[in-house]
């Protein structure tokens, strides 16, 4: 059973451009999360979504970040008008459901320029 | 709101010796909690969880932890350390008010010597 998928791995854009994460669930997995390791800050929560459902997004910043998970497809992490303040680790993880353990992706690293 | 406290940036041991991280938290009602490990540039990898039962818990490469509701702590252990097991370690706590987000303690860098 494949893992967590995340792609890409490494992505750089410079400022003003849009990043465009994507991530796979395991499968059998609806429940994806979405967290953020800033340098020196930890990880945190950004957003949790169900297929075609957005259940939390009260760790989002307000601008230029939106995320979906389509009824087919992989859950995408869009990030617009990049800042190098954006540039971090960005993970996504998946569970069967909302109660069960989660488990997280390889990551994508961004690096605003 | 749920919080967990990893008190100590960094943890140093010979190999051979136990280990013990330490984590403890905060929570209303009944906490979820969970040990993640990172090894650099990777994701997170599960190690174990306690959600209710008996207050050691066993998991993945011969670690455990304990829940101490009087404490509230949940310190990860391993009775012997290996040098692969140098690496970032987080404790979670599952926010069971809204959403079932992880919320992350700080990490903590363990770092064992041969």
């Known amino acids: 059973n494949a893992g967590v998928m995340q792609n890409p791995r490494h992505l750089v854009r410079r400022r003003g451009q849009e990043a465009r994460l994507r991530c796979s669930p395991m499968?059998?997995?609806?429940?994806v999360y979405w967290y953020r390791q800033l340098p020196e800050e930890g990880l945190k929560f950004m957003v949790y979504l169900q297929k075609e459902n957005i259940i939390d997004e009260s760790g989002m910043p307000k601008e230029r970040f939106s995320a979906e998970f389509p009824k087919e497809g992989p859950s995408i992490l869009r990030i617009q008008q990049v800042v190098r303040g954006d540039s971090a680790a960005y993970f996504c993880?998946?569970?069967?459901?909302?109660?069960?353990?989660?488990?997280f992706g390889p990551g994508t690293r961004l690096l605003v320029l | 709101a749920q919080s967990v406290a990893q008190p100590e940036d960094q943890v140093n041991v010979a190999e051979g010796n136990p280990l013990t991280v330490k984590c403890t938290y905060s929570?209303?009602?009944?906490?979820?909690l969970f040990w993640y490990v990172q090894y650099p540039n990777r994701g997170l990898q599960f190690l174990l969880k306690?959600?209710?039962?008996?207050?050691l818990v066993k998991g993945s490469y011969g670690f455990e932890a304990e829940f101490n509701k009087s404490q509230t702590s949940f310190h990860l252990k391993k009775p012997s350390a290996l040098v692969s097991d140098s690496a970032l370690y987080f404790c979670a706590v599952r926010d069971m008010e809204y959403g079932n987000k992880l919320v992350f303690g700080a990490g903590t860098i363990l770092r064992v010597k041969s």
């Open positions: 929570v209303s009602g009944n906490p979820y």
């Open positions: 993880a998946s569970s069967p459901s909302g109660k069960e353990t989660q488990y």
């Open positions: 499968k059998g997995h609806s429940h």
């Open positions: 306690y959600i209710t039962g008996d207050n």
